[in-house]
């Protein structure tokens, strides 16, 4: 690492005035330190000797002790160094810059082996191009000539693409290609805000890990993820969460829809939700629930649609369907469903078919194919080819279809129903 001065540089404290040239070639720079600025040992050797000289000679000190000056031992005398307008830098094997940090004033403690500095800018470095510019107010700066430490209000900025990250601590691992930021961790984006514990960055493939307590709000479309892990692909534009996730979505600054899985994927270029493991997704208007192993959400046409057997819960009307496929469009208030299709009333009333259209907004339901209408009180069955109807105040009529295709009704009497 390399060392550049300004103006007046480090210096400890001296017992003595007048020190020659020649005295200060016994003096040696600590071994932290050393690691710390990586520079040419004779260029540091000659321009801390001529600092420290300068100093002990006009007798000015950069830090203050309270102990009496005779009192100090030469190993008092290297354990405090300042510096300013320092310059540190680290390269890597073949001299590509991996990180450099600019500040006004250094501070060096050799017990705590950690540079202190006042109003930092770093850039971070990758294959030798910029991948992050550091700011802080105030930092300490710890290297071990692979890993680079930043601790203090530190924001760090991707000049590629405008991703800010804020957080308290900063650890760089250039050979790991990965930055991580902790400690009350902000990210920001014109395409999302997020909130974490830690963010750690992938800066080759563009890509973000936010863990613990990760809250992320998404401008467009408009919705919020909660989760304990979520992972940013930034070039494809997605969102990944691979732990019990909550979506809620926005129109207006009103939550609208919810959705609650074990695992699920944003896709912010498309606007489609795709929701895993335990799906849900609750309704606002109409008040409803639609649960399924697997299901896609397009947050932009407001169409549900899942392959994989699907619930449907009515809370105004109490009636609960299953089928093996649907799609639910909500703005028309229209439900389609597929394969094994059976409605459930609170009274035990039941409609079976094929397939079903459920009208939300006529509280109407048509039921096509192999239809079965089975009623608990009084207990009756019909069976024919379609159906209308509404399951709530068991109002249905059942049809054959064509002539050869009769409606067949059975009525239960009373006291074989009792029986069963």
């Not at 480090?10 to 003096?27: D, F, I, R, V």
């Not at 606007?271 to 397009?298: C, D, G, H, R, Y």
Request: hydrophobic fraction near 35%; glycine fraction near 8%.
């Amino acid at each position: 690492m390399k060392q550049q001065h300004k103006g007046q540089g480090g210096h400890g404290e001296h017992a003595g005035q007048g020190s020659s040239l020649s005295s200060l070639s016994s003096l040696s720079l600590p071994s932290p330190l050393s690691s710390l600025l990586r520079v040419r040992p004779w260029i540091l050797f000659l321009t801390l000797s001529l600092v420290i000289g300068l100093a002990a000679c006009g007798g000015q000190n950069r830090i203050s002790d309270k102990s009496p000056v005779e009192n100090k031992s030469p190993q008092d005398a290297d354990s405090k160094l300042t510096f300013f307008d320092v310059t540190l830098e680290q390269a890597d094997e073949v001299g590509r810059p991996i990180w450099k940090v600019i500040a006004k004033q250094a501070k060096y403690t050799k017990e705590k082996q950690i540079g202190q500095v006042e109003n930092p800018y770093g850039e971070l470095y990758q294959d030798g191009k910029i991948v992050y510019q550091v700011q802080a107010e105030k930092a300490d700066i710890e290297q071990n000539g692979k890993q680079l430490f930043l601790k203090g209000k530190i924001v760090a900025t991707d000049p590629s693409n405008g991703i800010v990250l804020r957080g308290n601590e900063l650890e760089w691992r250039p050979q790991e290609d990965l930055l991580i930021v902790r400690n009350q961790i902000n990210g920001t984006h014109k395409q999302l805000e997020a909130v974490a514990k830690e963010a750690r960055v992938k800066t080759r493939t563009q890509r973000i890990d936010f863990s613990g307590g990760v809250v992320a709000n998404s401008q467009d479309p408009p919705l919020q993820m909660r989760t304990e892990h979520l992972i940013w692909q930034i070039k494809d534009e997605k969102l990944i969460a691979d732990r019990p996730v909550q979506i809620d979505r926005y129109k207006n600054k009103q939550i609208t829809d919810r959705g609650k899985a074990d695992a699920a994927e944003v896709n912010l270029k498309t606007k489609i939700a795709t929701v895993t493991k335990n799906a849900q997704i609750e309704l606002l208007e109409p008040p409803m629930q639609i649960a399924s192993n697997s299901m896609t959400w397009n947050l932009n046409t407001e169409i549900v649609t899942t392959n994989a057997p699907v619930r449907v819960f009515h809370r105004a009307e109490n009636v609960t369907v299953t089928a093996n496929r649907g799609e639910f469009k909500i703005p028309q208030k229209t439900v389609y469903l597929t394969g094994n299709v059976n409605g459930v009333g609170q009274k035990r009333q039941s409609l079976k078919s094929n397939t079903a259209t459920w009208y939300l907004d006529n509280k109407l339901m048509e039921a096509q194919g192999n239809v079965v209408y089975k009623q608990a009180d009084p207990p009756m069955t019909f069976t024919g080819e379609k159906a209308v109807g509404n399951i709530q105040t068991e109002n249905i009529v059942v049809t054959g279809g064509d002539s050869q295709n009769r409606v067949v009704t059975e009525i239960i009497p009373q006291e074989k129903f009792k029986n069963q």
